[in-house]
């Protein structure tokens, strides 16, 4: 899934713009980290690019089709293969597995042995029927990737993914990130700080600034 952005503008208010003419494309399967301070405008840019926000001015391409022109049947079909993980953990009531199993449901698509693998890889297994509301910052947040992890999105778009992750969890995610792409997937990920697990995966760097690319490198 090739996602370009043509002169994207994006305001929350109709006045103050976060985004900023944003050219950008994300052609490659690879990683891309979008680096910039608080206020940057990265996690508008990532909901932009997940297909969540709908630019003020310009146009979001998607496989070459300008996906907001599209009809809403396909606006879904290609939200389909588009996942996108909130900074701070988002937990609906129920269980654990009820919390990861969630956007499956919805498409009618569970896959248990899926479940199973991505709870048991997170160190879920002895929480799994555990109400979600009692879980620690960490475990919530293993439990928003593992939702994303196993709807296997084309484009995974991670907002401060390694915040409150231990160092455990934190290496299994890098595992993934890279599997995924290895697979020809791409995983946008957001953050305030180029971690050394980061700088070490990355494909590429956008350079965020006041809503402005500042730089766009390819790392490797």
């Known amino acids: 899934m090739e996602v ?24 490659e399967p690879g990683i891309y980290v979008v680096l910039g301070p608080n206020g940057a405008g990265k996690t508008t840019l990532l909901k932009v690019s997940s297909l969540i926000l709908k630019p003020a001015r310009g146009a979001v391409i998607v ?8 009809s809403e049947e396909e606006k879904e079909r290609v939200r389909r293969s588009v996942t996108y993980v909130h900074d701070k953990p988002i937990i609906i009531r129920g269980s654990v597995r009820e919390n990861i199993t969630i956007g499956m449901k919805i498409r009618r698509e569970v896959d248990e042995e899926l479940v199973d693998y991505y709870i048991k890889r997170y160190n879920l297994a002895s929480v799994q029927r555990m109400p979600a ?18 709807l296997r999105p084309q484009l995974l778009a991670l907002d401060e993914p390694f915040a409150f992750l231990d160092d455990l969890r934190a290496q299994t995610l890098v595992e993934d990130i890279i599997n995924m792409v290895s697979k020809g997937g791409r995983v946008l990920i957001a953050t ?4 050394g697990r980061l700088s070490n995966i990355a494909n590429y760097l956008v350079e965020l600034l006041s809503g402005e690319v500042r730089r766009f490198t390819k790392l490797r």
């Open 192 to 195: 305030h700080y180029m971690y």
């Open 4 to 27: 370009a952005l043509r002169g994207v503008w994006y305001s929350y208010d109709g006045q103050v713009h976060v985004l900023k003419n944003v050219e950008l494309e994300f052609s």
């Open 63 to 70: 496989d070459g089709a300008d996906f907001w022109e599209l």
């Open 133 to 150: 509301s009692r879980l620690s910052a960490g475990q919530a947040k293993a439990v928003s990737i593992v939702r994303a992890l196993v």
